[in-house]
């Protein structure tokens, strides 16, 4: 997509046989990316990672991808170490950040670059802050919550929607069905109240999203969810405006470890950020 430069860096999307590399980076800077992660992103958008290579080595990785005529997401923003400080990064910034078009785009930003994305035109949402740790003991889950259904795949992508600036069907339905996933919903009075799902990771059992109309819900769908861990760790991606689910993960014992940066370039659609108890995911939103 790029002519090589005059560091040699030929910038062209990825494939899903590249996954591995992204992930290896990933999971170097202690993101801890899920097992079957790589699947479900690229059903979103498949043209919406890229590459930088240098003489056929892959050095930098980026992906932006689109949800529909309005809205994108970056993410999986990465420069090998051993290469850094030599504009790699930049120039695979530019050439993808294309492919969103005219679109807002969002991303969730780490401390070390948020001024970086300041100067590119992102402006500051919400703070996210990571939670993990082994759950301890907490109350049995609720009543209401089961495991998702087949049935249950239009409700859950509409609920989704509500708590999202963008629709993405093609994402949930492999999201809830990914390999290791585990999708729950909590039901009340024959209406969907919340969903969640825990996937597995490198280094922990991650939850997300956590979608609920209340603390309530959100309390007994996280039970359930902190449930599957079965001793193991797990992790939890939180906004800082969710009193709530601070409260909830503290409860759990659950500590921060690191925060990042909801960061948009331009207005979203409202959407129900008050349902929002945990992020699906630091990478695609």
């Known amino acids: 997509m790029t002519p090589p430069s005059a560091e040699g860096l ?4 990825a494939s899903l046989d590249d996954w591995p590399v992204i992930k290896g980076w990933a999971a170097d800077e202690g993101w801890d990316p899920g097992e079957s992660d790589g699947a479900c992103f690229f059903a979103q958008d498949p043209e919406g990672f890229f590459l930088g290579r240098i003489d056929g080595e892959p050095v930098s990785a980026i992906s932006v991808v689109n949800y529909g005529a309005d809205y994108a997401f970056l993410g999986c923003y990465l420069v090998r170490p051993d290469v850094r400080g030599r504009g790699y990064g930049l120039t695979t910034w530019k050439t993808a950040l294309a492919h969103a078009g005219g679109r807002t785009v969002g991303l969730d930003g780490v401390v070390a670059q948020q001024g970086n994305y300041r100067r590119s035109g992102f402006e500051l949402a919400y703070k996210t802050f990571r939670f993990g740790g082994v759950p301890a003991a907490g109350e049995p ?7 998702a259904e087949a049935a249950d795949l239009d409700a859950i992508t509409a609920y989704d929607s509500a708590c999202y600036p963008a629709d993405r069907a093609r994402f949930v339905e492999h999201w809830i069905n990914g390999p290791g996933h ?9 209406r969907l109240t919340g969903y969640g799902v825990i996937r597995p990771a490198l280094t922990s059992l991650r939850i997300g999203p956590l ?3 209340t603390a309530e819900d959100a309390r007994a769908l996280f039970a359930a969810l902190a449930a599957e861990a079965d ?3 797990v992790s939890v991606d939180i906004p800082e405006t969710s009193a709530a689910g601070v409260a909830l993960a503290e409860e759990y014992g659950l500590t921060p470890s690191f925060e990042t940066a909801r960061m948009y370039t331009g207005p979203v659609r409202p959407h129900a950020t008050d349902r929002v108890f ?5 990478e695609l939103g």
Do not use: E, K, N, S
């Not at 030929?10 to 999307?13: A, F, K, P, S």
């Open 10 to 13: 030929v910038v062209t999307q």
């Open 141 to 147: 889950a609720g009543t209401g919550v089961r495991a």
């Open 182 to 190: 585990r999708a729950l919903v909590r039901i009340v009075d024959g």
């Open 211 to 213: 979608f609920a109309d």
């Open 231 to 233: 001793g193991r760790p």
């Open 278 to 282: 945990g992020v699906t995911t630091l």
